[in-house]
């Protein structure tokens, strides 16, 4: 078999795809709007992160807020941002991505694997991360996809004989993209999150869609 590009259908602005992202938007746009128009809505931020960010503190003794919320931080953090910028990189992500996601395992299999990529990058921060600050944003979901996704393409490529090496290359890339915000943020990148989501996604991707025979 000669060996061929390995290219991925996708579903556009999947319903399921857009809910998510307009439930996830909508924590941090009121928020801004409020920041805009009142002067203690800084405070309101503040409780909102008290809330619904994850803390790794809660698992180390700290008492919570309300109950269970040592188990409800680990899926509450991923709708609460670090501001509008946060947000849009991640939801610009889940929209690119989400789509591809969708046209291979369907909007129910989307759902699925954001919520175990979402669960996978707070199990990161907890296991990986000393940190005692609190850690929000979809990003460690994000990562979800992004392993499903390029654990697609591993198994296209091996199946059509195609170059490893883009693939390796990508990979690299986002290793590097990592360092590099790390740096810029001095620090206060929750890359353990990140690994976490894209490990349950590349996991996920492989239990599920073990073939071909999969795709749309």
Known sequence: MAPRNVTFSTKANSPVVLALV?????????????GATF?????????????GAFWNGLLRGWDPLYPFQ?????????????????????????LALGGIVVARIGQKGF???YALSTLGGAAGFALLSGSESPMVG????????????????????????????PLWMSLLGLAILNIVLWVLLS????????????LA???FAALVTPTLRYRV
Do not use: D
């Open 22 to 34: 307009a439930i996830t938007c909508l924590p941090e746009i009121l928020l801004t709007l409020l």
């Open 138 to 165: 979809a990003s460690g979901a994000v990562f979800g996809l992004i392993g499903a996704w390029k654990f697609w393409e591993w198994q296209a490529r091996q199946h059509f004989g195609s170059p490893m090496r």
């Open 70 to 94: 040592r188990e409800v931080m680990f899926i509450s953090y991923a709708f609460l941002h670090g501001g509008l910028m946060h947000l849009l990189g991640n939801m610009v992500a889940v």
């Open 201 to 203: 996604g590349v996991l």
């Open 187 to 198: 620090g206060l990148l929750a890359w353990e999150a990140h690994l976490g989501g894209f």
């Open 39 to 51: 002067s203690a809505a800084p405070e309101w931020r503040m409780t909102t992160i008290a809330y």
């Open 111 to 113: 759902l699925l694997l």
